[in-house]
């Protein structure tokens, strides 16, 4: 699967935990049982999901973080070495290879962070699946939802957007991806297994105190333009556009996700 680098997730951590919804995770800890739990991540990157609710447990809890990048799991495992009330373990796992090697015997709940919109229809069939016939609640954070804002506008943003979501359902190592749909599709999924469903906006606020993250957040934009093969001159005269804006401060940018909680309709 499409791989990220450390650099890039620990410029993107501060905008995600700002950006959680809190009610959807309030929503997920409430279907928690009262003891000692264990919960399974997966493609848990650099352990965002940890960061996220690092302290909001009343009860001890072993997280066990699954990725395809060991690179990633040491720098996890590293961060959260000395975590008090938490303790985390790593295990290399590819779920492009199938969902057959998840422990969700072993585990209390499910959790993932901006991994959903990466994966295809059919993986989201299989993960839910599996996830129902466990009777798991399941928390998925900040899945792109395919809405994006800047202030101020140029008039190639709507364009260089569109083909941005185009993009985002190429293939990212499952297979084409669901994009833009992920979350609504996903949220549905469960609801038709019986599961009840919160959902919620969790959507980035950008500006002039995150100029590094634009900058790299908007070279993404620019290459999937050059990429797809829009006009040349009217994708460097954006960029140029882009650039001076953020530099001086100028440039806000919204960029929508959805949070859903997915849970038994029975409380445990």
């Given at each position: 699967m499409s791989g990220f680098s450390s650099e890039w997730l620990a410029l993107r951590e501060p905008l995600d935990l700002a950006a959680r919804n809190a009610e959807v995770e309030e929503a997920f800890l409430a279907q928690l049982p009262e003891r000692p739990l264990r919960i399974l991540d997966l493609a848990s990157g650099a352990g965002s999901t940890v960061a996220?609710?690092?302290g909001k447990f009343r009860q001890p809890v072993t997280w066990l973080l699954t990725d395809h990048d060991p690179a990633l799991l040491e720098v996890a495992a590293s961060r959260w070495s000395k975590a008090t009330g938490e303790r985390v373990e790593t295990r290399q796992l590819?779920?492009?290879?199938?969902?057959?090697d998840l422990p969700l015997a072993d585990v209390d709940a499910v959790t993932t962070s901006a991994f959903l919109d990466l994966v295809p229809n059919d993986f989201l069939l299989r993960l839910t699946d599996r996830i129902v016939r466990a009777g798991k609640p399941f928390l998925a954070s900040l899945t792109y939802d395919g809405r994006t804002g800047f202030e101020p506008s140029h008039?190639?943003?709507a364009t260089l957007g569109a083909a941005l979501n185009a993009h985002q359902k190429s293939d990212k190592g499952f297979g084409p991806a669901l994009g833009p749909d992920a979350a609504e599709r996903a949220a549905g999924l469960f609801e038709a297994l019986g599961y009840n469903v919160a959902r919620g906006s969790s959507d980035w606020q950008v500006g002039?105190?995150?100029p590094e993250f634009l900058l790299e957040f908007l070279q993404g934009w620019r290459r999937v333009g050059q990429e797809l093969?829009?006009?040349?001159?009217?994708?460097?005269?954006?960029?140029?556009?882009?650039?001076?804006?953020?530099?001086?401060?100028?440039?806000h940018v919204e960029v929508g996700h959805i949070d859903f909680a997915a849970f038994p309709s029975s409380a445990p």
């Open positions: 996220a609710l690092h590819d779920l492009s290879g199938g969902l057959k008039t190639f943003d002039s105190s995150s093969g829009l006009e040349e001159n009217a994708l460097d005269a954006w960029w140029r556009d882009r650039q001076r804006k953020i530099r001086s401060g100028e440039l």
